[in-house]
């Protein structure tokens, strides 16, 4: 299983850019790049996800280089509201049909991003 | 939101006694796995289910159990319940291959505060 590794904690002022970065140096061939946001009292929520290179949606960017061994979640213009924790993911992409490959994906310890006023 | 429910939402217990939680979906999605997430931890897999009545082990599958009798039910099952297992327990929802994002995106349930003295 691919381990990650995020800094703890992240400090930010409203309307900045946000970047988090994740480290994934034994990520394997397969694995997908996944990013998840949770606030207190609830459940993570899918942020998203990215194999190579650069994905954007509506909400924020991710950057993965040629060697994927990191990725790193950009979030543009931060507010108060996006205080919260940002895991990284790595596990078997959606081609992977092997039943067992849905336990296979491990969350790392978080990004605690606090923004400040 | 995904239609997750999670039952108790709170629970107290004494150690050594068995404790059962459960996790009630409506997406008719076919994986379901229990998480458990500690005080400034990230969220460790414990037991994940790719149907009804296949199930598999995660991370931290020691001391616990899991069934699933239908496709909409996902019980965990602390048969001896220790001060080790206080805890939040978070169920997940995934459609796996059937959507573009695959196993990786998971939708979480409200989670289960359960303390064992």
């Known amino acids: 299983l691919a381990k990650t590794t995020q800094p703890i904690s992240m400090d930010s002022y409203e309307g900045q850019e946000v970047n988090i970065t994740c480290s994934h140096n034994n990520i394997a061939t397969n694995d997908y790049i996944t990013w998840y946001q949770q606030f207190p009292s609830q459940g993570p929520r899918f942020i998203i996800q990215?194999?190579?290179t650069k994905v954007t949606n509506e909400v924020a960017s991710l950057f993965i280089p040629a060697d994927r061994k990191s990725s790193t979640l950009s979030l543009p213009r931060v507010s108060l509201s996006d205080t919260a924790v940002y895991y990284c993911l790595v596990g078997p992409g959606p081609e992977q049909r092997r039943r067992a490959n849905a336990g296979k994906s491990t969350f790392g310890d978080g990004t605690t991003l606090t923004v400040k006023p | 939101d995904a239609g997750i429910t999670q039952s108790p939402r709170h629970k107290v217990t004494e150690t050594g006694t068995p404790v059962t939680l459960r996790c009630h979906q409506t997406?008719?999605?076919?994986?379901m796995y229990w998480y458990r997430q500690d005080p400034g931890h990230g969220l460790r897999l414990i037991h994940y289910s790719y149907g009804v009545k296949d199930t598999d082990k995660g991370e931290v599958s020691d001391g616990y159990s899991v069934s699933r009798s239908k496709t909409e039910d996902f019980l965990l099952t602390l048969e001896s319940a220790t001060s080790s297992q206080t805890s939040v327990y978070f169920c997940?929802?995934?459609?796996?291959?059937?959507?573009?994002?695959?196993?990786?995106?998971?939708?979480f349930g409200p989670g289960t505060r359960l303390t064992v003295l």
């Open positions: 997940a929802i995934s459609a796996g291959t059937g959507r573009a994002q695959g196993y990786n995106e998971q939708f």
């Open positions: 997406e008719n999605h076919r994986y």
């Open positions: 990215g194999y190579k």
